[in-house]
Nanobody, 127 residues
């Protein structure tokens, strides 16, 4: 059971990237999936997640309106479309299965039960 993130790279501010999270060893349409990022010198933060039950989504305020999470069950893949990228979005992005999520009053996401971490993909936003 493993998840593998890909699609990162170097992009200019204002640009776009689409990250992919591919599952192996299990069917991705069942568990909820979360995208996370960790910038140098900072703690890991949850960016977005999507339910396996009804496809409902959650976003951290820092990416709301710019990032879109989606899933393609036929390809066993969850995507993170990132638009209007900023230098602050520079981080190592990874995905994991999650048990639950709560939206906090400060605009952050609290994730419960993150597991099956795979290697992340590096996103660098710079001119």
């Amino acid at each position: 059971v493993q998840l593998q993130a890909s699609g990162g790279g170097l992009v200019q501010p204002g640009g776009s990237l689409r990250l992919s999270c591919v599952a192996s060893g299990f069917t991705l349409n069942r568990p909820a999936i979360g995208w996370f990022r960790q910038a140098p010198g900072k703690e890991r933060e949850a960016v977005s997640c999507i339910s396996g039950r009804d496809g409902s989504t959650n976003y951290a305020d820092s990416v709301k309106g710019r990032f879109t999470i989606s899933r393609d069950n036929a390809k066993n893949t969850v995507y993170l479309q990132m638009n209007s990228l900023k230098p602050d979005d520079t981080a190592l992005y990874s995905c994991a299965t999650i048990s639950a999520v709560a939206e906090l009053s400060d605009g952050n996401l609290m994730i419960y039960g993150a597991a099956n971490w795979g290697k992340g993909t590096l996103v660098t936003v710079s001119s």
